[in-house]
């Protein structure tokens, strides 16, 4: 019953996962007008299925990492009441914000909820070190790197744009193609990368938590996620893709490509490194960073996101730490 009781809870926060993330990588192509919403979400959904697929075989070290594995005693990890509890804990706190339009990261949900069951079930047993070396060190240092990057990376193709652009004023072409075409091409390209590199980031730190199912190959834990973030994608994306595409910053094709390239290039080298990188914090501060250099950034919007990314981790170690010692009074 308790491990019908867990998959039940990862396929929720699967679904959360996919409504509230699969939209982000490319949200700077609806931003920018080159395409529209269907569009975007259809082709945020190929590439991120894709990319959790590649999971499976590049990204064996997060799954080991989110199922609590060197932050509590093994013994605790093939508890089912603690897989169980850090599940609900990161899946409610995600749906919630996705409900309300806010971007949040599901990785920093599930670094929350692991604190909260982890700290109520072992106490000083949990391993403090870790949580702060492995887990919290990238989710800190990764949205500073991407607003940096993008920064000097959107700087520099603007002198290469003016440079092409000064050789052949009416209408710059490289190899007789329209730089506009090629530059719409790229940008499609980079949203497949960024949602790639998020279904190959998130897929296995959702499907950890099922490690304790041994009755289920891994392969196909992480089939089921997949489709599982897939649907919740195509049903309850839209307000969160709103405050990605809209309300962040304004930008044109070339900006949101930069952004796109440097998230897509942080997230993908994070997880074939085992590092738990949050694409929203990556795809966000790529964005801010060129909403910065354009000086057409909402700071208003940008606050709203922050303080929902600081109250994102307390509130999952919150819910956790309840749904765990709710359950561990029943069984």
Same mark, same amino acid.
């Given at each position: 019953?308790?491990?019908?009781?867990?998959?039940?809870?990862?396929?929720?926060?699967?679904?959360?996962? #996919?409504?509230?993330?699969?939209?982000?990588?490319?949200?700077?192509?609806? &931003?920018?007008?080159?395409?529209?919403?269907?569009?975007?979400?259809?082709?945020?959904?190929?590439?991120?299925?894709?990319?959790?697929? %590649? %999971?499976?075989?590049?990204?064996?070290?997060?799954?080991?990492?989110?199922?609590?594995?060197?932050?509590?005693?093994?013994?605790?990890?093939?508890?089912?009441?603690?897989?169980?509890?850090?599940?609900?804990?990161?899946?409610?706190?995600?749906?919630? %914000?996705?409900? +309300?339009? /806010?971007?949040?990261?599901?990785?920093?949900?599930? *670094?929350?909820?692991?604190?909260?069951?982890?700290?109520?079930?072992?106490?000083?047993?949990?391993?403090?070190?870790?949580?702060?070396?492995?887990?919290? /060190?990238?989710?800190?240092? $990764?949205?500073?790197?991407?607003?940096?990057? $993008?920064?000097? %990376?959107?700087?520099?193709?603007?002198?290469?744009?003016?440079?092409?652009? !000064?050789?052949?004023?009416?209408?710059?072409?490289?190899?007789? =193609?329209?730089? $506009?075409?090629?530059?719409? &091409?790229?940008?499609?390209?980079? !949203?497949?990368?960024? $949602?790639?590199?998020?279904?190959?980031?998130?897929?296995?730190?959702?499907?950890? @938590?099922?490690?304790? +199912?041994?009755?289920?190959?891994?392969?196909?834990?992480?089939?089921?996620?997949?489709?599982? /973030?897939?649907?919740? #994608?195509?049903?309850?994306?839209?307000?969160?893709?709103?405050?990605?595409?809209?309300?962040?910053?304004?930008?044109?094709? #070339?900006?949101?490509?930069?952004?796109? /390239?440097?998230?897509?290039?942080?997230?993908?080298?994070? !997880? *074939?490194?085992?590092?738990?990188?949050?694409?929203?914090?990556?795809?966000?501060? !790529?964005?801010? #960073?060129?909403?910065? =250099?354009?000086?057409?950034?909402?700071?208003?919007?940008?606050?709203?996101?922050?303080?929902?990314? =600081?109250?994102? @981790?307390?509130?999952?170690? +919150?819910?956790?730490?309840? *749904?765990?010692?709710?359950?561990?009074?029943?069984?």
């Amino acid at each position: 019953m308790l491990l019908i009781l867990l998959f039940i809870a990862v396929c929720f926060l699967a679904f959360s996962n #996919g409504a509230n993330d699969n939209f982000k990588g490319v949200a700077t192509l609806f &931003g920018s007008g080159i395409t529209n919403y269907k569009k975007a979400i259809n082709w945020a959904t190929i590439t991120t299925f894709s990319g959790s697929v %590649a %999971a499976i075989y590049l990204a064996e070290e997060l799954v080991k990492n989110f199922s609590g594995k060197g932050l509590v005693p093994n013994e605790l990890i093939q508890t089912p009441i603690f897989a169980i509890a850090i599940a609900l804990g990161a899946a409610i706190t995600v749906f919630s %914000a996705t409900k +309300i339009g /806010m971007p949040i990261s599901t990785t920093h949900s599930l *670094v929350g909820a692991l604190f909260g069951a982890g700290v109520v079930a072992v106490g000083s047993e949990f391993n403090f070190e870790k949580l702060g070396n492995t887990f919290l /060190m990238p989710l800190i240092v $990764s949205p500073l790197m991407a607003a940096i990057l $993008s920064l000097l %990376a959107y700087l520099l193709f603007k002198f290469l744009r003016k440079q092409i652009s !000064s050789l052949n004023k009416e209408h710059p072409t490289v190899l007789g =193609v329209s730089s $506009s075409r090629i530059l719409d &091409g790229l940008h499609y390209l980079s !949203s497949g990368i960024v $949602s790639f590199a998020r279904g190959l980031n998130d897929t296995p730190k959702i499907v950890g @938590l099922l490690i304790i +199912i041994n009755t289920i190959a891994i392969e196909w834990n992480m089939i089921s996620v997949a489709v599982i /973030m897939v649907i919740g #994608g195509l049903l309850n994306a839209k307000k969160v893709g709103e405050t990605m595409s809209k309300k962040i910053t304004k930008m044109n094709s #070339g900006q949101g490509f930069t952004a796109n /390239m440097i998230t897509g290039l942080l997230v993908t080298t994070a !997880s *074939v490194h085992g590092l738990p990188v949050s694409t929203t914090h990556v795809s966000v501060g !790529s964005l801010f #960073g060129i909403g910065t =250099v354009t000086k057409k950034a909402d700071y208003n919007v940008i606050g709203k996101i922050i303080l929902s990314w =600081v109250l994102t @981790l307390p509130i999952a170690a +919150i819910i956790s730490a309840v *749904v765990f010692k709710v359950l561990e009074l029943f069984t």
